[in-house]
């Protein structure tokens, strides 16, 4: 009696997979989580280029100090370490856009009809050997898993990692995306073009800009001496 409760259990867990396999109920939520974690990658991506533009624009910001002797200082130069840091998050966030545009293409391949018409036909193969009293042929048995873990391994894994990231990680990237946000509206001060006012008024007197710098110093006394 056991045996027979196994095979039917068996035979029930192999048609739920074919039935899954043609209404494609897990494919339409991994494709919406993919569709989210693709727009927040490339999100990511972008703010984290234009932040790595306005750190780049930073970093070109000269000043020079034309008191006793003439130096130029580059303030910018301190954001180097930032600089490598966001362009090594933005090649990150490009990896996963692509990773996120690959799973999309493996989870259209996966749910083609011809996969699903392919799948069911071996299932049925299966189950006739099985309810027959036959053991079904190894290879069969094998190309049988096969054919279910790349049917079902992408919405799988799409789906569960989904749930991790919103259990786990997603208020963190939210707050990550904030403080992005916020680095970039302070780094923006530094440019030229907006930030040296600010940063010339905060300097000492001694301190001009880098055309004044072009401007010889001249006393009387020490020329005339």
Do not use: C
């Not at 339409?28 to 280029?49: M, P, Q, Y």
């Not at 189950?127 to 873990?149: A, E, H, N, W």
């Amino acid at each position: 009696m056991k045996k027979y409760i196994e095979k039917f259990a068996l035979f029930g867990v192999l048609i739920i997979i074919v039935a899954f396999s043609w209404l494609k109920p897990l494919d339409a939520t991994a494709e919406k989580h993919i569709d989210e974690g693709l727009n927040r990658a490339l999100t990511s991506f972008a703010v984290a280029r234009l932040l790595n533009g306005v750190i780049s624009v930073a970093q070109g910001t000269e000043i020079s100090v034309t008191a006793f002797v003439g130096a130029t200082l580059t303030p910018g130069q301190i954001l180097d370490p930032v600089n490598d840091l966001v362009e090594q998050f933005s090649e990150l966030m490009l990896i996963a856009s692509v990773s996120f545009g690959i799973m999309k293409i493996l989870l259209n391949i996966g749910s083609f009809w011809v996969f699903s018409a392919i799948l069911s036909g071996v299932v049925l193969a299966w189950v006739v050997f099985k309810s027959t009293g036959r053991i079904p042929p190894i290879l069969l048995t094998k190309f049988l898993l096969v054919l279910i873990f790349v049917r079902f391994s992408i919405p799988i894994v799409t789906v569960g990692s989904d749930i991790i990231f919103k259990q786990f990680l997603e208020e963190k990237f939210n707050e990550s995306q904030v403080s992005i946000e916020s680095g970039k509206k302070q780094l923006t001060s530094f440019a030229p073009s907006a930030g040296m006012p600010q940063l010339a008024e905060a300097l000492p007197p001694t301190v001009s800009s880098q055309s004044d710098a072009t401007q010889p110093v001249q006393e009387k006394g020490w020329i005339d001496g």
